[in-house]
């Protein structure tokens, strides 16, 4: 049985999920409006994820006999100055979200919830592999520096991206 603080704390993070969504298609939104519909696609499905993020979430909490209560969203800036800004607030962001998986798994090791470090072991992976794609991201922009031909280049490997239904859902479909 899950323990209400941990209960609690996967609430605040399904908000926290779903705040990142908010933050990605806002990041989208802008990146579009400089003309990169590319760029703004692969945010557009960073939105996606985190979403489903969310639903992952929504989903254990169920199985867990708990009821979900979303609070408000708050709201997310709305313009960058480059899109390698974008990308760098990206990685800055997804450190912060990695800290808050950890203290999920704090708490889990302190309940001894081996259900729930086995789910928390999903999200912990997908922290890694979202800290490194904005690394690469990020690593890719400064590459290209002012040049734009550079810049078209990579909106257009960014505008094939796939979204691809996370596994916890998939299988829970
Ligand atoms: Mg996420």
Same mark, same amino acid.
């Given at each position: 049985?899950?323990?209400?603080?941990?209960?609690?704390?996967?609430?605040?993070?399904? $908000?926290?999920?779903?705040?990142?969504?908010?933050?990605?298609?806002?990041?989208?939104?802008?990146?579009?409006?400089? #003309?990169?519909? #590319?760029?703004? *696609?692969?945010?557009? +499905?960073?939105?996606?994820?985190?979403?489903? *993020?969310?639903?992952?979430?929504?989903?254990?909490? *169920?199985?867990?006999?708990?009821?979900?209560?979303?609070?408000?969203?708050?709201? +997310?800036?709305?313009?960058?100055?480059?899109?390698?800004?974008?990308?760098?607030?990206?990685?800055? *962001?997804?450190?912060?979200?990695?800290?808050?998986?950890?203290?999920?798994?704090?708490?889990?090791?302190?309940?001894?919830?081996?259900?729930?470090?086995?789910?928390?072991?999903?999200? +912990?992976?997908?922290?890694?592999?979202?800290?490194? $794609?904005?690394?690469?991201?990020?690593?890719?922009?400064?590459?290209? #520096?002012?040049?734009?031909? #550079?810049?078209?280049?990579?909106?257009?490997?960014?505008?094939?991206?796939?979204?691809?239904?996370?596994?916890?859902?998939?299988?829970?479909?």
């Amino acid at each position: 049985m899950i323990s209400k603080k941990l209960a609690k704390a996967i609430n605040e993070q399904i $908000n926290a999920e779903l705040w990142s969504g908010y933050l990605y298609l806002s990041m989208s939104q802008d990146i579009f409006a400089k #003309g990169f519909k #590319g760029i703004a *696609h692969w945010f557009k +499905v960073q939105f996606l994820e985190e979403q489903a *993020h969310a639903a992952i979430m929504i989903n254990y909490l *169920h199985s867990q006999g708990e009821r979900v209560i979303l609070a408000p969203i708050a709201k +997310v800036q709305t313009e960058w100055k480059s899109v390698l800004a974008a990308f760098e607030d990206t990685l800055k *962001h997804e450190q912060k979200v990695t800290a808050l998986i950890n203290n999920l798994c704090d708490i889990a090791d302190d309940d001894k919830d081996r259900a729930a470090q086995n789910f928390l072991a999903w999200f +912990v992976d997908e922290q890694v592999e979202e800290e490194e $794609n904005a690394r690469d991201l990020i690593a890719q922009c400064k590459m290209i #520096g002012d040049n734009m031909n #550079g810049m078209l280049m990579l909106d257009k490997e960014l505008a094939v991206r796939q979204y691809v239904t996370p596994s916890p859902l998939a299988s829970a479909e």
